[in-house]
Each structure stands twice: as structure tokens, then as C-alpha cells.
């Protein structure tokens, strides 16, 4: 059973920073390209970041240079970086892999940016 335990959300003001880990085990780390999603109150469960295999990155056009994705193979975690966030950021974080899994959903974290 595929598991993700995401971490590190929190308040913060705008134009502040968050970095969000998400732990997994190292064999879906080593077969699936990853990514972090969000899903804001009202609204539908979005791509934020992936990362391929060869290391390769993709971003929502709404936090391309702001937001910066990496995963690391010895403590099995993909970290979302996110720099100068905005109020519309607010939103509940997810990782899964890249595509999304269905089953593999975790309780994502919670991320408010709010003054």
C-alpha cells in the first residue's frame, strides 16, 4: 500500500515562506516520477510541481519562480519549497506520485497565507 505522510504546513503572512516535506518509501521514490497538488476550499485538486526520474521539473504557471520541488533518494522525502507566497497559495497539500494515484491520497498538510 502506497503511503504519503506530508509535513510542514502553517500560517504564514504574504511574501513569507514554507518548505512542505512529504516522506514515502525509497522503491515508490526509485519508480515514480513525484508531485506535489493542492486542492483550495471550493475548488478542484490542482498540480502544483513534478519531478521525473531524471530530475526533470514542471510547475503551475501560477507558482513558476516561486515554488521549487526536489526529491531526495537517502531520506525518501519530496520537499516543496515555497517562496513569496500569496494569499491565493491557501490551500490543503498533497503529494502523490506523478500522475496521481487515487488510492495513495494522504491528509495532506495545511497551508494559510494570511496577514
Known amino acids: 500500500q502506497v503511503q504519503f505522510v506530508e509535513s510542514g504546513g502553517g500560517l504564514v503572512q504574504p511574501g513569507g515562506s514554507l518548505r512542505l516535506s512529504c516522506a514515502t518509501s525509497g522503491s515508490i521514490l526509485r519508480l515514480y516520477a513525484m508531485a506535489w497538488y493542492r486542492q483550495a476550499p471550493g475548488k478542484q485538486r490542482e498540480l502544483v510541481a513534478a519531478?521525473?526520474?531524471?530530475?526533470?521539473?514542471d510547475y503551475a504557471d501560477s507558482v513558476k519562480g516561486r515554488f521549487t520541488i526536489s526529491r531526495d533518494n537517502v531520506k525518501n522525502t519530496v520537499d516543496l519549497q515555497m517562496d513569496s507566497l500569496k494569499p491565493e497559495d491557501t490551500a490543503v497539500y498533497y503529494c502523490n506520485t506523478f500522475p496521481a494515484s487515487d488510492r495513495a491520497w494522504g491528509q495532506g498538510t495545511q497551508v494559510t497565507v494570511s496577514s
Open positions: 519531478i521525473r526520474l531524471g530530475g526533470n521539473m
